[in-house]
């Protein structure tokens, strides 16, 4: 099964970056205010993760600046979403904000909250 897993991961990837959408075009100050707007976000996900890997090309379609923390390459990214998220899960958005923490999961509830961005 872990044999299985790597190949179609692979493929995933390596079609991910074959068909890389391209980020939109804005000016500066567009960006430096979206740049600002998701400054205390992140995103939790895996490599070859298909529904991480719908959300990345979001957010890359998007131009957006966001944190992206692996959970299977940093130890402390995992715990800190089981700890701070409650469920071990990905790919999860978790957006600071002065009145508290959101955790969102799901990718297409994710990219839904990142297109009324734009």
């Not at 298909?50 to 940093?74: H, N």
Request: charged content about 30%.
């Amino acid at each position: 099964m872990k044999i299985v897993r790597s190949v179609i991961g692979s493929l995933i990837l390596m079609l991910d970056r074959l068909t890389a959408p391209k980020p939109p075009v804005r000016t500066p100050e567009e960006q430096k205010k979206l740049d600002e707007a998701t400054a205390g976000w992140t995103l939790y996900h895996l490599l070859a993760c298909p529904f991480c890997v719908k959300v990345r090309r979001q957010i890359l379609r998007q131009g957006l600046t966001i944190r992206m923390r692996d959970i299977a390459r940093d130890e402390g990214a995992s715990a800190e979403l089981l700890a701070g998220g409650k469920i071990d899960q990905v790919p999860c958005l978790r957006i600071d904000r002065k009145d508290g923490t959101e955790w969102m999961y799901e990718s297409d509830a994710i990219n839904a909250f990142l297109k009324r961005l734009a």
